[in-house]
């Protein structure tokens, strides 16, 4: 019961510390969302007109309007504000009271992070909510209740995958200064592998297939295939396999870097 | 202008020492815009599986208008995007005292003085990546619309990197008065997505508003229409007027800010 108090303490923190800069907040979510949804929407547009068609790969132009709009929303439920806080408390020292403290310190960094993830639950619940009320009817048609709250939590199992994958980069903080490339390298893969810029449906059949044994269609692709109603019924008990299989790898290697960074460190001060 | 040139020399030999220092930042910034550069040559490439033209551009057009953006970005992340990034910090913590009293442009010396000379590689591939893209156009160089083409494509890698500079130092200035940008940092970068597309896809208020007010379009696909446009002309008036005018409008708000700037030692 301790535990449980103890780790919501955390969350509560986290959300504090977010939302006490909360113009950076909403100009974020405004920058993030709307210039991807804009981006999205002039191409998808543009590509319909000019095939001359309502329909491409199972896709009509209402879905991929809904894609774009709530596709970067369920992505930052699941990455954050990508980076999770490991190489700055290796940087600036402060990790010395995380070995000090009888605390584990990944939980504490995941709790944190988790934070980010509510937050973003909530942009992404107001995007959905104004899809639903005030798109045209076809696009609002696809704002399903049940299909968005699944969406979520396979994005919250995205947040998880997420995190291991970041923290491993921002542990080669042990042993370089500058990690921050690693997590806009991560960024980019994200964007290409996701399903966040494009739906996987619209790869090659061999790209999408691969791209699905991957790790980064968890953190939009497969939440917006649930959103829309899983159409290609992608949704199963293969990729929860390949999902645990990651959750499983990305954990060992994550325990591995950290106790042979926690070796090499040599933090001073705070 | 000697002066400028010997300081800014000094400036580059700074530069190397630090790039001498940070090697294996180097090859991370090397590997980092190659994954940006395979990410949005493969985004365009998934498009292209779908349709044959995009904003009126066929794909080798496309490539052309995306290889301008990535030499453009690559002049940034060099000259540019690291001064940048501490500008804030220096006027917040007072700092910009020492810059106002050096003998120069304290404007030149705030956004210049930090070179990145880890980038200087990822220009050359975005160079390479750029000649490519024009030798696979149906008929590339001169033949294709104008005699001075490249000339003019040049010409544009420079206005569209003065569109970049100029608009990040617009979104840095209310520092002056705000103390913290970094939302609104984080507004324009996130934004910058729109300089990715080819301004053809966009239509009506969008479409004006980042050709003008909001310049996202002015930083790689009006230069990448001065080569590949048959109207030309056009655009390049455009891009003209529009830099004189960001040209006052950035000398306003910076003797603005300036007059609100205080500090301890000020």
Known sequence: MIQIWWGFRVVLTELAV???YRTDFWLN????????????????????QSRGVTTING??????????????????VSIGSEFVGIQLDIFSGSLNRYLVFPVPYGLVKYLGFLAQGILAMGQCLMVWLVIKWLAGSEIAELAHGDRFLWALVAAFAGNILYFFLAGILEMVSFWHDQVWNLIVMLRFLIYFSSGLAIPLEFYPPWAADLLLKSPFPFLAGIPMQIALGDPKGWLSMELIAVYLGWFIALLAVFLLVWNCG???YSGVGQ | MLRYLRLYFYFVQF????????????????????????????????????????????????????????????????FISSGMWNFPKIVNKGELDYYLLRPVSTLFFLTFREINLAS??????????????????????????????????????????FFLWAFQVLVTLPVFWTHSVEGLRGLFYNALILSERPDGIFTGWTRKTLSTVLPYSLIASFPARLFLD?????????????MVLFSVILRIGWQKGLRAYSSASS
């Not at chain 2, 779908?50 to 066929?58: F, K, P, R, V």
């Open chain 1, 18 to 20: 977010v939302m006490s």
């Open chain 1, 29 to 48: 979510f405004l920058g993030r969302g709307g210039s991807m949804f804009l981006a999205s929407y002039f191409v998808w547009e543009a590509v319909y």
């Open chain 1, 59 to 76: 896709y009509s132009f209402s879905m991929m309007v809904f894609y774009s709009a709530l596709a970067p929303m369920i992505n930052r």
């Open chain 1, 262 to 264: 926690k070796k090499q």
């Open chain 2, 15 to 78: 530069a190397f020492a630090r790039l001498v220092s940070f090697r294996l930042d180097f090859v991370t910034r090397v590997v980092m815009d190659t994954c940006f550069y395979a990410a949005n040559f493969g985004i365009f490439k998934v498009i292209f599986l779908h349709s044959d033209e995009l904003g009126g551009w066929n794909e080798a057009q496309v490539m052309v208008f995306m290889s301008v953006y990535f030499v453009v970005d690559a002049i940034n992340m060099i």
């Open chain 2, 120 to 161: 200087v590689l990822n220009l050359m591939m975005a160079l390479g990546i750029l000649v490519w893209a024009v030798l696979r156009l149906p008929n590339h160089l001169g033949v294709y619309h104008h005699e001075s083409s490249v000339g003019f494509l040049v010409l544009g890698i420079l206005l569209g990197s």
């Open chain 2, 230 to 242: 048959r109207d030309w002309q056009g655009s390049l008036i455009h891009l003209l007027v529009m």
